[in-house]
């Protein structure tokens, strides 16, 4: 930063917008609040003999006493101080109130870290709601669809996952939530730490999860268990999992990953249960023609650029 730049800030000449400029400067690194801190000693000196009397130490200066500019170079150090606190405060609390949301389309997924250093894995079809700053006391995020976190510790400010039904607090934690709007049911699994989900609509309805179990609540009960299926977590590595899959469900979970739209004339084939991996990125027909080999059906599509699929 330009050192009259600095001086023209310290002597309260610079313009609001100058002002502005070079806070913004001092925060984007240490190096640049110590520089700050040198010059401002430095102008501070300038002060203090500029002016000076020949007359011996503790001589008036134009009538102003010399350990009178030490009150006032203290002072001003200290206004200078409350007011980057004053700035720092407001700023934090303004980033505090603005929020990113990140949406996921259909057959995607995205991993982002938070501003705590939280890591998320955002799935298909789902939408992540966070503060560009968390707040000094909470941290909380809000989620459609599903989402895998791994939350960075924070012992004094808990890290808050809010759905549409409930909401799933953790501390140092590594877990999986699935709540899409409207599907009346928000699952959690639990791989490391301790999280406690809480019914928004009845504070005193809660349980406490363990490593390696998982919950389902559907709106006023909550069914716990150990995980059942672990591979179902690995949609992160871009694979879809199902074990004692309803085929109804599992073209459900197609539509999602692939953004297609099923129309079933062959009604009867909804009741098989099925089991297996596909690789999400091998393609839609390439799954339609794995299940073609548990299951009889006959699919077509009118061309590749319409997203419905007629199985008859």
Same mark, same amino acid.
């Given at each position: ?9 310290f002597s ?11 806070l913004?400067?001092m ?6 609040q ?11 000196m ?7 009397c020949?007359d ?9 006493p010399?350990?009178?500019k ?6 001003a ?8 606190h ?20 259909s057959?995607?997924?995205?991993n ?7 890591k998320?894995c ?19 995020v ?7 976190f791994?939350v ?12 549409e039904?409930?909401?799933?607090e953790?501390?140092?934690t ?12 928000v699952? *959690?699994?639990? #791989? $490391? =730490? %301790?999280?406690r /989900? ?7 309805? +809660?349980? !406490?999860?363990?490593p390696?179990q ?20 690995r949609w992160?590595?871009?694979l ?6 309803p ?15 099923f ?7 909804? *009741?098989?249960? #099925? $089991? =297996? %991996?596909?690789? /999400? ?7 339609? +023609?794995? !299940? ?6 006959e699919y077509?599509r009118?061309d ?8 008859k």
């Open positions: 930063m330009d050192r009259n730049r600095l001086y023209k800030f309260r000449k610079s313009t609001l917008e100058e002002e502005e400029e070079v913004d400067w925060e984007r690194s240490d190096a640049n110590q520089e700050f801190l040198n010059e401002r000693s430095i102008y501070n300038t002060l203090m003999h500029v002016d000076d020949s011996g130490i503790g001589k008036y200066k134009k009538g102003f010399i350990w009178g030490e009150i006032i170079k203290v002072a150090m200290l206004a200078v101080l409350f007011a980057m004053f700035y720092y405060s407001s700023k934090e609390e303004e980033m505090s109130l603005a929020f990113n949301t990140v949406k996921v389309p057959g995607q997924r995205v982002l870290e938070l501003p705590d250093g939280t998320v955002v799935n298909a079809c789902s939408e992540l709601t966070y503060p560009a700053v968390f707040s000094k006391e909470k941290r909380n809000k989620l459609k669809g599903e989402a895998f791994e960075a510790h924070n012992a004094n400010k808990p890290f808050v996952v809010e759905t039904l409930c909401d799933v953790a501390l140092g590594v877990f999986n939530v699935e709540a899409y709007p409207n599907s009346g049911e699952s *959690t699994a639990l #791989l $490391s =730490g %301790k999280v /989900i809480t019914d928004r609509y009845n504070a005193d309805n +809660r349980i !406490l999860l363990s390696n998982e919950s389902e609540f559907t709106g006023q009960i909550f069914k716990v268990g150990n995980i059942r299926y672990p591979d179902h977590l992160r590595e871009g879809l999992c199902f074990q004692n899959m085929v109804d469900k599992l073209i459900k979970e197609l539509e999602k990953y692939y953004d297609v739209h129309v079933i004339s062959k009604s009867d084939i909804l *009741t098989h249960i #099925l $089991s =297996g %991996k596909l690789r /999400i990125n091998e393609g839609i027909d390439h799954a339609l +023609r794995v !299940l073609q080999k548990n299951v009889f059906f077509s009118n590749e650029s319409d997203n419905t699929i007629y199985i």
